[in-house]
């Protein structure tokens, strides 16, 4: 079994910042990409951002400049940083690891956390 949990919503006024976490745990045996993306309600899961296990990383349009992905690979966590933000970023985040145990591939999803920008 592989868990992802994610810590760090909450609420916060336009132009504030928050820090999402993302912990990977289980029978793990190495992790790729980790991510993460949101999901307005009646809308499709997006992108947010990326990183892979050699720091390579790929951002949505809507979010580059204002927000920072970045991974732990000791502690098997992904971060992501998020200044500046606005309320349509109001959205629940879920954190994304594909990674392997043993010999088998697995796309892991948290749980989700719910992120709120008052305008």
């Known amino acids: 079994q592989v868990q992802l949990v994610e810590s760090g919503g909450g609420l916060v006024q336009a132009g504030g910042s928050l820090r999402l976490s993302c912990a990977a745990s289980?029978?793990?045996?190495?992790?790729?990409?980790m991510g993460w993306y949101r999901q307005v309600l009646g809308k499709q899961r997006e992108l947010v951002a990326t990183i892979t296990s050699g720091g390579s990383t790929n951002y949505a349009d809507s979010v580059k400049g204002r927000f920072t992905v970045s991974r732990d690979n000791n502690k098997n966590t992904v971060y992501l940083q998020m200044n500046s933000l606005k309320p349509e970023d109001t959205a629940v985040y879920y954190c994304?690891?594909?990674?392997?145990?043993?010999?088998?591939?697995?796309?892991?999803w948290g749980q989700g956390t719910q992120v709120t920008v008052s305008s």
């Open positions: 994304n690891a594909v990674l392997f145990v043993g010999y088998a591939l697995k796309n892991v």
């Open positions: 289980g029978r793990i045996s190495s992790i790729n990409a």
